[in-house]
């Protein structure tokens, strides 16, 4: 039976330990539910059981060996290749072991190495973007219109035809709806509208070389060399060009949210509280003097907000002392006024097997001037009497309605984060501003993906030191020691600096889809790690000295590293530079695995042996190693090879 070796147990325990979140769960009714989808790297053991019992069978019948009758017979082109490329791979072992060992000689370099790749790792992380979730070219677009308070259904109405004629003149619209009356963000009004705005698909959207070398200037850094044809954001960009043109309308563009339940649109959304309990036009000339100073920073393209106390409005006095006198009660006076003028809900009808609701309210006409006022009555201990003797109206200017926010009078402001920065840079530009223009008793708070943003934050950084916890004392119980698991856990700061730099150079956010590759890359990392621990361990165990053990340990593992690390690789670069829906993340995803793998295996390589040779002396001084009696041919014959008739009491430890 095949034994199971110390390193696949360790690989298998590690990968199987590490926890990968692939998805979020959706939140319902504005609740969001901050579980991930949560699965373990389960195909790595289903793969290591595979190479336990099926392949071993399979390599046994199809790696038959050589019978002497084909010894002699003429190799073929694969053949051949295959025998000049073992020839090229044994020298570069053998010049990649001679480099290791000029590394353990200068231990001091392996020190400094270890000290630059945490520096490394630390600088890269805090110079790099943050995010929770990037927002990607769904193919559906929104705009909100909102028009000067008071401005009737028919204006609206001309001025929604206006906007949809030059929708209609963009190329890469399909189609597009208009909801007349109603806002997404401001809600319903006279003065209000929606439109809803579908893209033509990706591949109608042309986009040239020249675009794509402008979009690598103008911010997007190497990955505009890959950008989508003509993304949903330069649309926007079209969208707001086109229709500036139109005085008094205030137009918000924007894409849907990526989780839906939390907010109507991408981009940061907050609000404005008034904790004083003030006038509402103070607070609201507050409010445009903090959004004109945010509009004033480079990380927003635009902060604006559908709040406006400027709605004309009649303030109605009851007459009290009269109304009592004539037998009737203000409550009384009010609940006509809302039956004709505002409408009110009375019952229900059933008619062709559904269910309607019964509304009253007074016609249009008659509720076009305070003279209606006369015309409606409510009873009174003389008989009917119009509200008018009870009423006098007096105009006012007042918002539509008025929102709170954690029971504070509050303003909701939507901004959209200007091109290369990302929502991280923006919360921290609303923190900063906040702390400049906000008078006392006014404060903010964020809401929707900005908050779950806002809160994640503090919990990430304790989420991968508990990974690292956890992979330290898997291997602490795999080699019965606090001391050689250091060698695999150092080497991992490597990749991680590694896949903050790629993230960085390809222009994308610190997010969700970064932080499932560090998961990813540790699991990783600390397998090849353990690949090289383990074997020169294995040498160790058999009386070869320390030094030896890692170099031949180390050159043992190369080829299954780097087959294993560059196939990684290659098979991510189509995710790294993918395109279509999704784009954003799966970029984000594949540059950060590539940049961790790459230029971690390359350090972890030649730093990994000089850190094995360093705390396995430590843990020997602390605890002898006990050599095992049986003598190891094999490893005898490969130490041979290596040193070439070097004095047997130098590369052997009775």
Same mark, same amino acid.
């Given at each position: 039976?095949?034994?199971?070796?110390?390193a696949i147990?360790?690989?298998?325990?590690?990968?199987?330990?590490?926890?990968?979140?692939?998805?979020?769960i959706?939140?319902?009714?504005? *609740?969001?539910?901050?579980?991930?989808?949560?699965?373990?790297?389960?195909?790595?053991?289903?793969?290591?059981?595979?190479?336990?019992?099926?392949?071993?069978?399979?390599?046994?019948?199809?790696?038959?060996?050589?019978?002497?009758?084909?010894?002699?017979?003429?190799?073929?082109?694969?053949?051949? &290749?295959?025998?000049?490329?073992?020839?090229?791979?044994?020298?570069?072992?053998?010049?990649?072991?001679?480099g290791?060992?000029?590394?353990?000689?200068?231990?001091?370099?392996?020190g400094?190495?270890?000290v630059?790749g945490?520096?490394?790792?630390?600088?890269s992380?805090?110079?790099t !973007?943050?995010?929770?979730?990037?927002?990607?070219?769904?193919?559906?677009?929104?705009?909100?219109?909102?028009?000067?308070?008071g401005?009737?259904?028919?204006e *609206?109405?001309?001025?929604t035809?206006?906007?949809?004629?030059?929708l209609?003149?963009?190329?890469?619209?399909?189609r597009r709806?208009?909801?007349?009356?109603?806002?997404?963000l401001?809600?319903?009004?006279?003065?209000?509208?929606?439109?809803?705005?579908?893209?033509?698909?990706?591949?109608?959207?042309?986009?040239?070389m020249?675009?794509r070398?402008?979009?690598?200037?103008?911010?997007?850094?190497?990955?505009g060399?890959?950008?989508?044809?003509?993304?949903?954001?330069?649309?926007?960009g079209?969208i707001?060009?086109?229709?500036?043109?139109?005085?008094?309308?205030?137009?918000?563009a924007?894409?849907?949210?990526?989780?839906?339940?939390?907010?109507?649109s991408?981009?940061l959304? &907050?609000?404005?509280?008034?904790? *004083?309990?003030?006038?509402?036009?103070k607070?609201?000339q507050?409010?445009?003097?903090?959004?004109?100073?945010?509009?004033?920073?480079?990380?927003?393209?635009?902060a604006l907000?559908?709040?406006?106390?400027?709605?004309?409005?009649y303030?109605?006095d009851?007459?009290?002392? !009269?109304a009592?006198?004539?037998?009737t009660?203000?409550?009384?006076?009010?609940?006509?006024?809302?039956?004709y003028y505002?409408?009110?809900?009375?019952?229900?009808?059933?008619?062709?097997?559904?269910?309607?609701?019964?509304?009253?309210?007074?016609?249009?006409?008659?509720?076009?001037?305070?003279?209606?006022?006369?015309?409606?009555?409510v009873?009174?201990?003389?008989?009917?009497?119009?509200?008018?003797?009870?009423?006098?109206?007096?105009r006012?200017?007042?918002?539509s309605?008025?929102?709170?926010?954690?029971?504070?009078t509050?303003i909701?402001?939507?901004?959209?984060?200007?091109?290369g920065?990302?929502?991280?840079?923006?919360?921290?530009?609303?923190?900063?501003?906040?702390?400049?223009?906000?008078p006392?008793?006014?404060?903010?708070?964020?809401?929707?993906? *900005?908050?779950?943003?806002?809160e994640?934050?503090?919990?990430?950084?304790?989420?991968?030191?508990?990974c690292?916890?956890?992979?330290?004392?898997?291997l602490?119980?795999?080699?019965?020691?606090?001391?050689?698991?250091?060698?695999?856990?150092?080497?991992?700061?490597?990749?991680?600096a590694?896949?903050?730099?790629?993230?960085m150079?390809?222009g994308?956010?610190?997010?969700?889809?970064?932080?499932?590759?560090?998961?990813?890359?540790i699991?990783?990392?600390?397998?090849?790690?353990?690949?090289?621990?383990?074997?020169?361990?294995?040498?160790?165990?058999?009386?070869?000295?320390? !030094?030896?053990?890692a170099?031949l340990?180390?050159?043992?593992?190369?080829?299954?590293?780097?087959?294993?690390?560059?196939?990684?690789?290659?098979?991510?670069?189509?995710?790294?530079?993918?395109s279509?829906?999704?784009?954003?993340g799966?970029q984000?995803?594949g540059a950060?695995?590539?940049?961790?793998?790459?230029?971690?295996?390359?350090?972890?390589?030649?730093?990994?042996?000089?850190?094995?040779?360093?705390?396995?002396?430590?843990?020997?001084?602390?605890k002898?190693?006990v050599?095992e009696?049986?003598?190891?041919k094999?490893?005898?014959?490969?130490?041979?090879?290596?040193?070439?008739?070097a004095?047997?009491d130098?590369?052997?430890?009775?």
């Amino acid at each position: 039976m095949n034994e199971i070796s110390g390193a696949i147990i360790s690989i298998t325990l590690v990968m199987s330990a590490v926890f990968v979140p692939v998805s979020f769960i959706g939140g319902t009714a504005g *609740t969001f539910y901050r579980e991930f989808g949560v699965t373990m790297a389960v195909s790595i053991v289903i793969s290591a059981l595979n190479a336990l019992t099926l392949s071993p069978a399979l390599c046994a019948m199809f790696l038959k060996p050589h019978s002497k009758d084909e010894e002699g017979k003429k190799l073929s082109l694969v053949d051949r &290749f295959h025998a000049a490329f073992n020839v090229q791979y044994d020298k570069i072992n053998k010049k990649y072991q001679k480099g290791v060992e000029n590394i353990i000689k200068h231990s001091v370099v392996a020190g400094a190495s270890v000290v630059v790749g945490i520096v490394a790792l630390v600088v890269s992380m805090s110079f790099t !973007k943050t995010g929770l979730i990037p927002d990607e070219d769904t193919g559906t677009l929104f705009a909100m219109v909102s028009l000067p308070p008071g401005t009737s259904q028919v204006e *609206t109405q001309k001025v929604t035809d206006q906007i949809d004629a030059m929708l209609a003149s963009n190329p890469y619209i399909e189609r597009r709806e208009q909801i007349v009356g109603y806002n997404f963000l401001a809600g319903q009004g006279s003065d209000q509208a929606t439109f809803i705005i579908k893209l033509k698909p990706f591949a109608e959207r042309e986009y040239g070389m020249f675009d794509r070398i402008k979009a690598v200037f103008s911010g997007a850094g190497i990955a505009g060399l890959f950008i989508d044809p003509t993304s949903s954001n330069m649309v926007l960009g079209m969208i707001y060009k086109q229709t500036s043109s139109i005085k008094g309308a205030k137009i918000i563009a924007f894409g849907p949210p990526m989780v839906s339940g939390f907010a109507m649109s991408n981009g940061l959304t &907050f609000s404005l509280q008034d904790r *004083t309990g003030g006038d509402l036009n103070k607070f609201f000339q507050i409010a445009q003097d903090y959004l004109k100073a945010l509009g004033e920073r480079p990380e927003f393209s635009r902060a604006l907000t559908t709040y406006n106390p400027n709605y004309p409005q009649y303030m109605v006095d009851v007459d009290v002392a !009269k109304a009592k006198q004539a037998g009737t009660s203000p409550a009384a006076i009010l609940s006509v006024l809302q039956g004709y003028y505002g409408g009110m809900y009375a019952s229900n009808f059933n008619a062709y097997g559904k269910l309607f609701r019964v509304m009253i309210q007074g016609t249009p006409e008659s509720r076009m001037s305070e003279a209606g006022l006369n015309s409606i009555y409510v009873r009174t201990t003389n008989g009917m009497s119009p509200v008018g003797e009870f009423c006098t109206l007096k105009r006012v200017y007042g918002p539509s309605n008025i929102a709170r926010f954690n029971l504070f009078t509050s303003i909701s402001v939507n901004a959209t984060p200007a091109e290369g920065y990302s929502s991280g840079q923006a919360i921290k530009a609303v923190e900063e501003v906040a702390k400049e223009k906000l008078p006392q008793g006014y404060s903010y708070d964020f809401s929707g993906l *900005t908050r779950s943003e806002q809160e994640s934050s503090n919990s990430t950084a304790m989420i991968f030191v508990l990974c690292i916890v956890f992979v330290y004392l898997i291997l602490s119980a795999q080699y019965e020691s606090y001391i050689l698991p250091l060698a695999v856990i150092l080497s991992i700061p490597f990749g991680l600096a590694g896949a903050f730099i790629f993230t960085m150079l390809f222009g994308h956010s610190n997010d969700v889809y970064m932080q499932i590759s560090l998961i990813m890359l540790i699991g990783l990392l600390a397998k090849n790690a353990i690949l090289i621990v383990q074997f020169a361990l294995e040498r160790r165990q058999t009386g070869m000295a320390i !030094k030896y053990a890692a170099i031949l340990g180390a050159g043992a593992r190369l080829r299954p590293i780097l087959m294993t690390s560059l196939a990684m690789i290659i098979g991510l670069l189509p995710l790294m530079f993918a395109s279509g829906v999704g784009r954003n993340g799966n970029q984000t995803l594949g540059a950060s695995a590539v940049g961790g793998m790459l230029i971690g295996t390359l350090c972890q390589i030649f730093i990994v042996p000089a850190l094995f040779a360093f705390f396995q002396y430590l843990q020997e001084r602390i605890k002898p190693l006990v050599f095992e009696d049986e003598d190891n041919k094999d490893a005898a014959k490969e130490l041979e090879q290596y040193t070439k008739g070097a004095p047997r009491d130098y590369v052997i430890e009775e």
